[in-house]
């Protein structure tokens, strides 16, 4: 089984790729109707949240470069 890939995009959202399941606080999965890729939204502005929609455009900047988070805590 291959893992599930999460790519964090320049100027905008977050795209998943692979075997997931949403679900919301209460447990409740969303409908992905199939979808094996989705983008969730990281700026706030869609009107389809937690999916993205597009409204990013233009209005959200954030250059995604990896980085090493420190040591977990123990």
Known sequence: MSKTKLTI???GSVKIDGDFEIV???????????RTIVSICRCGLSANKPFCDGSHKGHFEH?????????KKV
Request: glycine share 14%; proline share 9%.
């Open 24 to 34: 919301d606080m209460q447990g409740n999965e969303y409908g992905l109707q199939g």
């Open 63 to 71: 250059e995604a470069i990896a980085f090493d988070l420190p040591p």
């Open 9 to 11: 995009n320049n100027n």
